[in-house]
């Protein structure tokens, strides 16, 4: 049985679902390296308002301060799978 599709726009339609995959690759990476710095930066300051910076904060703000040290490096690792994810499927090394 003949689907009446050329071998030709077989090719093309698989080149342009091959190219849009290594887009949403490249947008893993951008991703999870924004999500990967902002948790750092942020992970950083909750640091420092919990406990060299202190006495310069209210007490809700520390406390959200030593909250920010327990969620931000849950952040972290997320942001280092989702680049993973993307770099690998980009096909380089990880």
Request: glycine share 10%.
């Amino acid at each position: 049985m003949h689907s009446g599709i050329s071998s030709e726009q077989n090719i093309t339609v698989f080149r342009e679902i091959n190219s849009a995959s290594k887009n949403n690759y490249h947008k893993s990476v951008k991703i999870g390296n924004w999500v990967l710095s902002m948790s750092c930066a942020l992970f950083i300051l909750s640091i420092l308002v919990s406990y060299p910076f202190a006495e310069l904060f209210s007490i809700p703000q520390q406390v959200a301060g030593h909250i920010g040290t327990m969620v931000f490096p849950g952040f972290i690792k997320i942001g280092y799978v989702v680049r993973c994810v993307g770099i690998k499927g980009l096909g380089l090394e990880v």
